[in-house]
């Protein structure tokens, strides 16, 4: 079986709280993509007999951006079907990206 790849284009923002803006920069995945993550991460739990989710509902995903691949884990954001997607400092200096940047990139999920 192979992994779903899905081609998203979302903006780049930046995480706030009460306390002042943060250091960690995310993109979105929501909508019918978010629902296939959803379902592929309860699939997954059944197929390796896991009755409770990652850490907080983790996801391991493979990502690319531009030239740059790696592999992290996307998280439940608050909206039932949204998954947020960590870009690291070293992402964002390689792919030249800046707060607000409509960005394109890949998701596999793994």
Known sequence: MSNP??????NLWLWTTEKGPAKWHFLSIKGET??????HAA???????MAKKRGWGAV??????GDTVWKTS???GTDDDTYLLPVKAAVRKAEGLVL???VTFVLELI
Do not use: C
């Not at 978010?34 to 379902?39: Q, R």
């Not at 699939?43 to 007999?49: K, T």
């Not at 391991?60 to 951006?65: G, R, S």
């Open 5 to 10: 790849t899905f081609t998203i284009t979302t």
């Open 34 to 39: 978010g629902e296939e993550v959803k379902a």
């Open 43 to 49: 699939m997954a739990r059944l197929e390796m007999g």
């Open 60 to 65: 391991k995903v493979q990502v690319t951006i």
């Open 74 to 76: 996307i998280f439940p």
């Open 100 to 102: 607000d940047d409509e």
